[in-house]
Each structure stands twice: as structure tokens, then as C-alpha cells.
């Protein structure tokens, strides 16, 4: 009889892919997850297959490193390392014959794309077949993986989820900003290998890099670094003022797939621009590809503290205009990153989410990059814990020293222990809602940090207030959230704590700022004396109207630190107070005609907005969505107070949730302008 000669190789790759949960992943390469089995079958022809007389041995290649598995009759699969096992033989005495064979991958394994081949060896030949490639991703569904998480739910949420939303503007008044990470999206998960590829590591040390990729903390702090451009062929440059008509206005990108896109295009040239919940969102994306759990974090009123004191100083002058003269500075939010995974570096404790932050701010080991930061080692104030938790938990933790200055003296000082990592949130886990996750940083209970206030003052959704030794209160209070295109009303409110009347200097400063850093000049200010009785309270209205505050470049929220100080005239002493919010745009409104919508059937979506500006309005509105048909753009004017209605025609091509978005970018006034939209698409 004829020798046993192999016909084919099936990758089952439809099969396998459904059971590795990698079946909406696109890729050139069968996609599999490590620790978990996967099979093949191979047709041959000639005799039966008898392991006494023939071989079949693979050759698994990443890079330099490969490991040969010979296929075993007898066995189970192994998570601890490659294991082959004939599952079962089909001797079809008439047609093909075929055996089917799994191979298990360690649960260890590094993360890459891998080669495979087949060597049979029988008594009269030895012939090599190279079967293809696979790409290995971690297992959060397996207990031996690294990144395993235990809950079905944050598995959706944290890895197979494609939308999110992110969290800007100020604690008091809170934006929530669609997102699609895009995973899923044609190509995306070949650009995220390519991303490792790429990297500063890989490029001085193949073998070394590949080898410790087996490590979530290590792929980690690789894809920290590059997800910037800084300091290696990074995916993103960051602007944070001026002009972006060289490249893409943060503010405008929606998703992360054409961002990185554009990356791969060009030959690994940065892309332009981003800021910090851009660089999170597509870290997200990436880290997700890779399959490890991963969830956007916004931290209102991060402190950037360059000294490393945990102290942050703020300077006024004596008409309540802040100075840019600290180089310390408060980001009115800053988004990072949290990935989940266990940490055997750092002994027992620290597993669980870690903060990884690509945002390019401080070194780390003479790269750009943060992380992973154990959020645990955060709260616990293990400073000594690597990787940068000294600079995480001055972000959610420093105090702020407000300093009032004329002419270089100190005329007043106080101490704000709160301002300082007000509120952490994140989408909560199937809704779109806020998960608010302060607790997990911080221990409101600790007095040596004087956390003592309330939640609602915590978020700043109380007063700006502080009492002065002489006795005198003052607060700002807004009186609603302020929306582009209206006027900004507060109130100051002013109390006199003594039984004796007061003559009152009040000064009051409203100044632009960029949401990373100190403002700018004033665009509005006011002054006037008062009298105050004893033990008297007085309220004081004020308005800011949309001419005076309009920028000129192009937003997506205005920030604006509004301070008043009080100066008593007798004593000349001097209290301030301060709120720093943003000016949210108005949203889009987003309905589906059909609340039951099927994969792949046409269905019809409304977008509508009413302009609210006393001017007619233009721009270009763009709808999209992941899962669902190319993007659809469209150049339109609204009259004033006219309320547009455009029909969407779109196809879901993935069935599961879904979220139809819609930006609308507009040049006068210039501001961007977000809407959303959840879909269930159902399977046909």
C-alpha cells in the first residue's frame, strides 16, 4: 500500500475562532487565545495512519524562539505547555482519510503572530509542510491566564465591548463623550500586532522582546509608550493649543480604527493630533485586541505635580486673575487607562486593575510612558511600588496652596485638601452610565488628608467657598450647567461672620483656559465696593454673555476659571474664591425609526438639532458607527432657532449592541457637537 502522504491541512478556522471568542476579530491569520486548545483536520492519502510508523511533529515559530510538539496518541491538553493530541482518526478505506488533531497553547504563551508548521517523518521520508499562521492573544476566559477576570459581564464590558464613552468637562457638570474603539473593524487587530512589531523593544532585541511578551505588564508598558510618538514610531503626536490644520482637531476623531489606520498607511509616521482621552481610548482599543481587560478612567482635577512635593501652587493677583507663574498645574480632567491582570512582581495584594496612562507627560525609565500603576498600591500609598504609582497618586492626591500676590508679596494663602482627584469615574459595565470609582483610589476616610466633605461637595456640585480669618465668607455659586450659545449666570454670595458692618472691595475675573493648563488673560471682569452689615449675607447676580466668552478656535467644551476676591478696606485683608467649569455644547439627538433592528437589513436613523444661536449656523455633520455601514458625511447651513431633521440610511453588519454617533463640527460659532445613539441589532 501507498506510504501515508499528507494531502491538506483545515485550520478550522471559523470553528475554532467561534470557541476562542476571537469570531469577530479580522485578520490575515486564524485568530486564537492561549491557554485553550484548537484543532485541525488533515486529509491524507496512502495507508492509515499508524503512530508506530509515522511522525507528526509540529514546529511552532515566533521570531527567533520555536518549539517542537510531537502529536501524542494518548493525553489531555495542557495549560502549562504546547501539547499536540490525536482527538480521532477517520480511515475512509474508499476517499480522503483525515485525522483530527488539537494543539494547546500555554496559558503563558507569548502574545504574537505565529508560524506553523508540520514535519512527517515516515520510515522512508521526512517532508516539512508549513500549514500557516496564527495570532495569539491573551485568555481572560482562562483561570491560568495572567489576565483572567471571573466575571462574564466585565468580560463583555472590559474586552469583547467595541463602544464606550468617555468622561470630560468638570465634576459639576459632566460630558459624557461617545466613543467606538473599533476592534472588530477590518484590519485593526494586524495594525495592533504591527504596533508591537514596531516598537523600540522588538526593533534592539527580537528574541528578548518576544520572550517577555508573555507578560501583560510588559505589553503594558510597550503599549504605553507607543501609543505616543514621543520617543519611537508611535501611533499618535499630541497638540493640546493653537492651530491643527496640519492634521486632525482632537476634538474631532470618534473612533479609533481610522486613527490607527492612518498610523499603518503611512509607514508608521504619527498621527495628527491627540490628547489625553484620545491616547486612552486607542490604547483601549489596542489592549482589548490584545485581550486583555481594559476600561477607560477619567480623573477630574488631576494634578500634574512636576516637583514631586504632592503640593500644587496656584497664584492670583489681587484683582482675582490667576498667574501663570507655577509650574505645577491642575487638568481639569486627564484620562488614562486601566487594565486588569495579575502582578506576581510586586507579592500578594496587587492584582486586579492597573493604571496605564500613554499620554505624554513624564519619563519612565527614559520613555514616555506610565504604568502599570496597581490602583490598589495607589490607595495603600505603596509609593515604593512599581511601575510610577509616586506619580499616579499625586494626580488623585495633591493639595492645593492658592497664594493671592501684588507686586511679588504674599497678601493671603489657603489650603484646599479636596479639589485634588474630585471624582474618578468610568462607563459602567452594560449601561451608559457613570461608574463612579473614587473609592478605589482614595480613602475618604483618611483625616490626614481632610477628606471630610460630602459626596456632592466632593464633585463640586455645592459651592466654591472659603472663610477668611477676619471673619468674611464668600462663595461662587452657578446657578445651572452653562450651555454653549447662553449666558453664564452665578451668584457671589457674601457673608459677614462679625457683628460689625464692613466696607467691601469685590473684584470678580473670568479668564479661558485649556482643560491641561493655567489660563489665560481675562476676557471678562467687574469691580465694585459694598457695604455689608453685621451677621449679614448678601447674594450678588452676575452674567456673562456668549459674545463675551465665544472662542475662536474650534472646541468641543470651553473651560473658564471664574474667581472673586474680597477685600476688606479697614483691615486690607483679602479672600478669594474660585470655580473652574466648562461650557458644555449643545447635543445631537439621534432616533431610529425601527427600535428592532436585524444584521444586515437597511434601516433609517433621524438625526436632529435645533440651533440655538441668534445666527444661521454651517458645518459638516458625520454620522457613523462600528458594525454598521462606512461612515456618512454631509455639508449643511441651519437658520437661527431652525431645527434640522437628516435622515440616516445605515446597515448593521455585527449583530449585539451597537451605538450609532453623530458629530457636528461648526465654523461660526466654532465648536463641535456630539450626539449618540444604542442599538440591539439581532441576529437574523
Known amino acids: 500500500m501507498d506510504e501515508f502522504k499528507l494531502r491538506s491541512v483545515d485550520l478550522q478556522q471559523v470553528q475554532n475562532q467561534i470557541r476562542h471568542k ?11 487565545r492561549r491557554g485553550q486548545a484548537f484543532t485541525m483536520l488533515m486529509s491524507y492519502e496512502g495507508r492509515p495512519f499508524d503512530p508506530m510508523k509515522e511522525n507528526l511533529i509540529f514546529r511552532i515559530v515566533l521570531g527567533p524562539l520555536s518549539v517542537e510538539v510531537p502529536v501524542t496518541r494518548l493525553g489531555q491538553p495542557s495549560l502549562n505547555q504546547w501539547s499536540a493530541v490525536l482527538e480521532r482518526s477517520f480511515p475512509n478505506p474508499t476517499g480522503p482519510r483525515a485525522l483530527l488533531v488539537s494543539l494547546s497553547t500555554p496559558a503563558s504563551a507569548s502574545v504574537g503572530v505565529y508560524t506553523l508548521q508540520l514535519r512527517v517523518e515516515t520510515r522512508v521520508t521526512v517532508k516539512t509542510h508549513l500549514l500557516g499562521q496564527f495570532t495569539l492573544l491573551c485568555n481572560p476566559w482562562s483561570q491560568a491566564d495572567s489576565v483572567f477576570l471571573q466575571s462574564e459581564d466585565l468580560r463583555t464590558e ?6 464606550g464613552l468617555l468622561f470630560k468637562g468638570s465634576p459639576g457638570n459632566i460630558v459624557s463623550r461617545p466613543w467606538s ?18 516598537s523600540p523593544q522588538h526593533q534592539a532585541d527580537m528574541g528578548k522582546d518576544l520572550l517577555n511578551r508573555s507578560n501583560p505588564v510588559y505589553i503594558g508598558r510597550v503599549i504605553s509608550a507607543m501609543v505616543n510618538s514621543n520617543d519611537d514610531k508611535g501611533v499618535l503626536m499630541g497638540k493640546w493649543s493653537g492651530d491643527y490644520k496640519d492634521g486632525v482637531n482632537p476634538s474631532q476623531w470618534t473612533g479609533s480604527a481610522d486613527i490607527l489606520r492612518i498610523w499603518a498607511e503611512t509607514q508608521f509616521r504619527p498621527v495628527k493630533y491627540g490628547q489625553c482621552w484620545v491616547f486612552a481610548a486607542v490604547m483601549c482599543t489596542v489592549m482589548r485586541a490584545l485581550g486583555i481587560p481594559t476600561r477607560v478612567v477619567t480623573n477630574f482635577n488631576s494634578a500634574h505635580d512636576t516637583n514631586r512635593n504632592m503640593v500644587i501652587e496656584e497664584y492670583y493677583n489681587e484683582m482675582g486673575e490667576k498667574l501663570p507663574i507655577s509650574r505645577d498645574s491642575i487638568w481639569n480632567f486627564h484620562v488614562w487607562v486601566e487594565s486588569w491582570m495579575k502582578r506576581p512582581d510586586l507579592g500578594r495584594g496587587y492584582d486586579g486593575w492597573q493604571v496605564l496612562d500613554p499620554t505624554p507627560q513624564e519619563t519612565s525609565a527614559d520613555m514616555f510612558r506610565c504604568g502599570p500603576a496597581a490602583v490598589t498600591a495607589i490607595y495603600q500609598r505603596q509609593v515604593n511600588a512599581q511601575y510610577d504609582v509616586p506619580f499616579v497618586y499625586a494626580a488623585v492626591n495633591g493639595n492645593v496652596h492658592t497664594v493671592i500676590i501684588r507686586n511679588g508679596k504674599v497678601l493671603s494663602t489657603s489650603i484646599d485638601k479636596r479639589r485634588v482627584g474630585a471624582l474618578i469615574c468610568t462607563k459602567h459595565p452594560g449601561s451608559m452610565r457613570m461608574q463612579d470609582i473614587t473609592s478605589e483610589y482614595k480613602n475618604e476616610m483618611d483625616d490626614s488628608r481632610g477628606n471630610e466633605l460630602s459626596t456632592d461637595a466632593r464633585r463640586g456640585e455645592g459651592t466654591a467657598g472659603i472663610v477668611a480669618p477676619q471673619g468674611l465668607e464668600v462663595s461662587l455659586q452657578l446657578l445651572k450647567a452653562p450651555v454653549v450659545g447662553e449666558n453664564i449666570s452665578f451668584n457671589v454670595i457674601i457673608t459677614n461672620k462679625v457683628a460689625v458692618p464692613k466696607l467691601l472691595r469685590k473684584h470678580l475675573n ?5 482643560y491641561h493648563c493655567n489660563p489665560t488673560g481675562a476676557f471678562w471682569e467687574a469691580h465694585d465696593d459694598m457695604k ?20 475662536k478656535e474650534t472646541e468641543e467644551d470651553s473651560l473658564v476659571n471664574l474667581a472673586v476676591v474680597i477685600e476688606d478696606v479697614k483691615s486690607q485683608e483679602r479672600v478669594l474664591a474660585s470655580e473652574e467649569f466648562n461650557i458644555r455644547t449643545p447635543s445631537l439627538n439621534i432616533q431610529v425609526q425601527n427600535e428592532y433592528v436585524v444584521i444586515n437589513m437597511q434601516q433609517e436613523a433621524t438625526v436632529t438639532f435645533t440651533n440655538p444661536f441668534s445666527t444661521a449656523v454651517s458645518g459638516e455633520l458625520t454620522v457613523a458607527c462600528s458594525g454598521l455601514q462606512e461612515k456618512v458625511q454631509t455639508r449643511l447651513m441651519i437658520q437661527p432657532r431652525e431645527t434640522m431633521r437628516m435622515p440616516i440610511n445605515f446597515t448593521p453588519r455585527m449583530a449585539g449592541a451597537r451605538m450609532l454617533y453623530a458629530s457636528l463640527v461648526l465654523m461660526n460659532p466654532p465648536t463641535i457637537l456630539h450626539g449618540f445613539k444604542t442599538i440591539n441589532v439581532q441576529a437574523s
Not at 469577530?24 to 485568530?31: A, C, E, I, Q, R
Not at 450678588?540 to 456668549?546: G, R, T, V
Request: aromatic share 8%; proline share 2%.
Open 22 to 32: 476571537t469570531d469577530g476579530l479580522s485578520s490575515s491569520t486564524l485568530v486564537l
Open 158 to 163: 472590559y474586552v469583547m465591548s467595541d463602544i
Open 181 to 198: 474603539f473599533d476592534q472588530y473593524e477590518k484590519g485593526i487587530l494586524d495594525i495592533c500586532m504591527k504596533l508591537l512589531q514596531e
Open 510 to 514: 473670568a479668564q479661558n483656559k485649556e
Open 532 to 551: 455689608i452689615g453685621p451677621k449679614e449675607t448678601v447674594t450678588m447676580k452676575h452674567e456673562i454673555s456668549f459674545k463675551e466668552y465665544m472662542r
